[in-house]
């Protein structure tokens, strides 16, 4: 398994990507090591979902640490185990068919996820790749030139349209734009 890793921008500038205690102790390094207010957006992306982070800098890299650990989030569902409960709307049929197979509705749920994912795991890397890579678009280039562009040239497995839409964008959110994007390309990241 795949250890999963976090990338940090200040502003346009990539800070650390790693694992997530060791990127966050690059942060907090660089967040102590600022002389005077920050002026730049600091902005800790999932690599996985591309969706940001959100952590409380407040202490020691170590205080820091303890409050980000998995596990460490206390909340509804199964959190040692990371179950995490939410909503779901469905029809009254929908849940009468769900709450007939054993283990009731969750359980089935569960199943039927697992078998669409292992339907088909290529299909699933890439769009699971094309999801993080726009998410990390929209939050990071979304004012920059071609974005709209380059998201339709994510969606269409068009590598090539994809690169030439970021080309003029700051050199660090061009490369992890471009490394988020590999596996929707059907390319190692």
Not at 13 to 28: N, S, W, Y
Not at 70 to 76: D, L, M, Q, S
Not at 139 to 148: F, I, N, S
């Amino acid at each position: 398994m795949t250890q999963h890793t976090y990338t940090a921008f200040l502003g346009p500038q990539r800070l650390a990507t790693g694992p997530l205690p060791e990127t966050l102790r690059a942060v907090k390094a660089a967040l102590d090591a600022l002389a005077g207010p920050r002026t730049q957006p600091l902005i800790v992306f999932n690599d996985e979902t591309g969706r940001p982070a959100d952590f409380d800098w407040r202490g020691t890299v170590d205080e820091v640490l303890a409050r980000h650990a998995p596990g460490a989030k206390a909340g509804p569902g199964r959190p040692k185990l990371g179950v995490v409960s939410r909503e779901v709307s469905l029809l009254p049929r929908h849940w009468d068919w769900l709450e007939s197979h054993p283990n009731g509705a969750s359980a089935a749920l569960r199943r039927l996820i697992d078998e669409a994912r292992k339907a088909d795991p290529e299909g699933e890397r890439r769009r699971m790749a094309s999801l993080a890579a726009d998410r990390f678009l929209t939050v990071m280039g979304g004012d920059l030139a071609g974005a709209e562009d380059a998201s339709r040239a994510l969606y269409a497995g068009d590598r090539a349209a994809f690169e030439a839409q970021v080309a003029g964008w700051p050199e660090d959110l061009r490369l992890h734009a471009l490394y988020l994007a590999a596996p929707a390309f059907g390319a190692a990241p």
